[in-house]
C-alpha cells in the first residue's frame, strides 16, 4: 500500500483519501492507538508507518519507512509534526469492530448522522462510540469527511475502532434498519424502553437538524431529553453522547 | 457601566476583563439571548449594546450606543464582526438562575471544574447546564476564563444562565459542600442511587485529572462510566454532559 511523496501530500484532500483508499493518522499518539486496534482487527495489520530518523527505532510490527523531517513536514498537516505518521487503508474500517465485546454484551446499533459539519464533533461521537463498544457509524452524503486530519485527531485513536459507512443515503436506512429513533424538541423520554428496542439513531445537520418531511417518511420515532427551557440547543456531540450513554446505562 | 472605545479594546484580555468587571457577547444572536436572560435576572438589565449604524433600529430594552464599523472591527475578537455587541457585567453572572425552573425541580447541584483548558468544552458544558436548568458552575484557579469570547461564543448564550464561580480553590470545598463525586476509572455506576445524592460533582483538567491525593483529601466519593475498554478516556465535556445528564434523568 505505500505510497510515493507526491501521493502521500495529496491525503491533505478529500478526493484523493477516497481515490487511494487511505489517510493519515499523525503522532505518536495515534499510532500506539493503531497498533492497538489492529491486535484485534488484523485488516488494519496492512497500515504502514513513516517515520523521520528520530523514529526509525520505534518498536512496530508495522511495515516502516523511514524520510526526512523535510518530507514529514510536507505531508503532514499540523504545524509541527510529531516525526511519525501512519497511512491506514480506509476499508479496514468498514469491518466490524477492533474490540472483541461491548460495554453491555448487546447487539450493535447504528448510528446516523446526517450532515454533520464539525470534525471535532465528529471526532467526540467517535470517541464516546467507541468508548461503550458495539456502535457503527454511519456518514450521509455531505457530511464532513471522517478521514479528515482534524477528525482523526479528535477521535484520539477511537477512529480505528468503530465501523464506518461513508456516503450513506438517508433513503436507504428504512430499508436496512427496523426501528429508527430521531431527536426532537418533542417525543418520549430517552429513558423510555422504546428508545433502547430501535436499531439505527439518526442525529441531523448542527444548525439545521433533519427535515420533519423525510423523519416521517422514514417512520423515525421521536425522543427527546428533556430540558428546563432556558436555551434552545444542545451540542450536537452533547446528545450523541447522552444517547450512547442511556443505550449503556445499567439500571 | 459605558466604557470608551480604548477600555472595550481591551476587553480581549482576562486581566482587564476582571479589572472593569465586565466582558463582552458578540452577535446578534448572543444579544437576544442576553434579552432572554435579563427577563428572569433583572442584574443583566445594566448590560448595553454596541452597535453599528446598520443596527442602531435593533428593538432592545437595553441601553444601545452606535459606533463605526471600523471601531467595531477594532473592539471585536471575529474576523467579520456581525455589527453588534453587548457589554455584560460579570458580577450579574455570579447570582441565581437566569430560569425560575428546572427540568426536575430538584435542588440546585455544583459542578467544579479543575483547571479546564479548552475553551470550547467549558462552552459545551455551561450549554448543557442551561440546559438542564439548576446547576452552579464552579471553576479553579488556572481554569480557561470563562468570559473569553470563544467560551462565550461556544456557549451560544448558556453563559447568561447559569451562575459562575471563578477562582474557586479545590480545598475550600470541603467546607461547603456534604457530599462531593468525582468521575475515576473506578467506581460506582453513575446510575448509582449514591451519584444523585451528592452536592458537588468534581471533574479534573483534560490531560492530568484531578491528583488523587487532593480527592482523599476531600473525601470524594468516585463514580465511572462503564465501557469496553478499547480507549483510555472520554472527552471532558462528555463526560460532564452524560453526568448532567444522569442527574436529571426521570425513571
Given amino acids: 500500500m505505500s505510497l510515493n511523496l507526491d501521493e502521500l501530500k495529496k491525503l491533505q484532500q478529500k478526493k484523493y483519501r477516497h481515490e487511494f483508499g487511505c489517510f493519515l493518522a499523525e503522532g505518536e499518539h495515534l499510532a500506539l492507538e493503531l497498533e492497538k486496534a489492529a491486535l484485534h482487527k488484523p485488516t488494519l495489520r496492512t ?84 468508548w461503550f463498544g458495539n456502535f457503527r457509524c454511519l456518514l450521509s452524503p455531505g457530511s464532513v469527511d471522517p478521514f479528515n486530519p482534524k477528525v482523526v485527531r479528535a477521535s484520539m485513536g477511537a477512529i480505528f475502532h468503530v465501523p464506518l459507512e461513508v456516503e450513506v443515503p438517508l433513503e436507504t436506512l428504512s430499508a436496512n434498519f427496523k426501528r429508527i429513533a430521531c431527536l426532537d424538541m418533542q417525543g418520549s423520554s430517552l429513558s423510555a424502553k422504546a428508545f433502547k428496542e430501535c436499531d439505527c439513531y439518526l442525529f441531523g445537520n448542527e444548525a439545521r437538524g433533519v427535515p420533519h418531511e423525510q423523519l416521517q417518511k422514514l417512520g423515525a420515532q421521536p425522543f427527546a431529553i428533556p430540558g428546563s427551557g432556558a436555551i434552545e440547543s444542545l451540542n450536537l456531540a452533547t446528545v450523541v453522547n447522552m444517547c450512547a450513554y442511556e443505550l449503556n446505562r445499567r439500571p
Wanted: net charge negative; glycine share 6%.
Fill in 47 to 130: 497500515s504502514e508507518l513513516y517515520v523521520t530518523e528520530e523514529f526509525q527505532h520505534w518498536a512496530t510490527t508495522l511495515r516502516k519507512h523511514v524520510i526526512t523531517d523535510k518530507q514529514m513536514a510536507q505531508i503532514c498537516d499540523t504545524q509541527t509534526p510529531q516525526g511519525i505518521v501512519a497511512l491506514v487503508p480506509i476499508a479496514a474500517l468498514q469491518l466490524g469492530q477492533a474490540t472483541p465485546h461491548s460495554a453491555t454484551g448487546e447487539k450493535e446499533r447504528a448510528i446516523y448522522l446526517h450532515e454533520i459539519q464539525d470534525p471535532g464533533n465528529l471526532g467526540t461521537i467517535l470517541r464516546t462510540l467507541a
